[in-house]
DNA sequence: GCGACATATGTCAAGACGGACATATGTCAC
DNA sequence: GTGACATATGTCCGTCTTGACATATGTCGC
């Protein structure tokens, strides 16, 4: 967005900015978000890389399809703990998880 | 330990290796211990860096004394996501966090 | 010895997270 | 349209994690 448009916007009473800006986060609770979204957004992709469907995946995790699905939706109701175990499920090592959780998301 | 000192205590019927192959962990098990403990090693450093006490670490991440001490003692009760939390409020940023999740261990 | 302080260990009630299941939506091919 | 498949969303209930607290151990200086 152009600064021109975001003052024209603000103007009008918006508030322009990402969503930790929006929800006035704290940098380590934005840096916990970002992390989320990263590993969720890494871990489908290498899903998808492996042929794998989230029904398949799921049974290799001992876990449920609808539980895959909120990992990879970044539902609140998942914690880091499964994300990593998730990747490391479908392959990833050690440094695969340190990278994705480094990731840029924004 | 050199491969002789192995060989004679194998033969007298001890098993010789590290945590994991004792307890047979799986990679992915593996890979999450040593995640743990990276982290926790990780946090002592920086807290004591920081000078500061596990009072008044767990003051500012909203927990106790002795759910801290779990932290660094690389207790089972606790989770990753508690872990890095923690690092996050030393100062630690997403950056520090992927780096100390690598961190060699062993 | 004895306080004062830092850290470790154990327990427990309350809340968070998990898998399971039902159900909804979406997208194909036929 | 309909059946088959992949994914999304919501709820339930048992289990795991949590902060709080008590208590133990360790280490200083005095």
Redesign the interface.
């Known amino acids: 967005m152009d600064v021109k448009k975001r003052k024209r916007l603000e103007a009008a009473g918006w508030t322009v900015g990402d969503a930790a800006a929006f929800l006035k986060l704290s940098?380590?609770e934005s840096?916990?978000v970002?992390?989320r979204l990263a590993l969720s957004r890494t871990l489908r992709e290498r899903r998808q890389a492996a042929g794998l469907t989230q029904t398949a995946l799921a049974k290799q995790l001992g876990s449920s399809q609808s539980r895959v699905a909120k990992l990879e939706g970044g539902d609140a109701s998942v914690?880091?703990?499964l994300l990593?175990?998730a990747l490391?499920?479908v392959g990833a090592?050690?440094?695969d998880?340190?990278?994705a959780?480094?990731r840029r998301v924004a």
Request: charged share 30%; no cysteine.
């Open positions: 940098p380590e840096a916990l970002e992390m914690s880091l703990e990593i175990r490391l499920s090592s050690r440094k998880v340190a990278h959780l480094a």
